[in-house]
């Protein structure tokens, strides 16, 4: 009953900025730990980052100081703001949420709402 709905994906080139939003829609009674997912061509899809109800946020070491992740307290969006690109950073993105996660993860397994995912393409 709950969709997620990803944007702002596109290419770009090395050393730039893209936006990403995703949005919950559907039958949303509560706050929503949410994340974001990449998997990259020919790799396994790996945590990016997550931001608990209480907007506490956890990052992997790859995109650390490079990312951040962040939601809109009054609508059910989350945002990732990626600066500093890399051509590493090509792969399809995926938001996820669930309204049972307290606390941010990087375990997708925790995580039960699925957006279809956003394709990044990052060129040097």
């Known amino acids: 009953q709950v969709q997620l709905v990803e944007s702002g994906g596109g290419s770009g080139q090395s050393g730039g900025s893209l936006r990403l939003c995703c949005r919950a829609s559907g039958n949303i009674y509560s706050s929503l730990g949410m994340g974001w997912f990449r998997q990259p061509p020919g790799n396994e899809r790996e945590g990016v980052a997550a931001i608990d109800v209480d907007s506490n946020s956890i990052y992997a070491d790859s995109v650390k100081g490079r990312f951040t992740i962040s939601r809109d307290g009054l609508e059910n969006t989350m945002y990732l703001q990626m600066n500093s690109l890399k051509p590493e950073d090509t792969a399809m993105y995926y938001c996820?949420?669930?309204?049972?996660?307290?606390?941010?993860?990087?375990?997708?397994?925790?995580?039960?709402?699925w957006g279809q995912g956003t394709q990044v393409i990052v060129s040097s």
């Open positions: 996820a949420g669930d309204f049972l996660l307290c606390a941010a993860s990087l375990n997708e397994t925790q995580f039960y709402f």
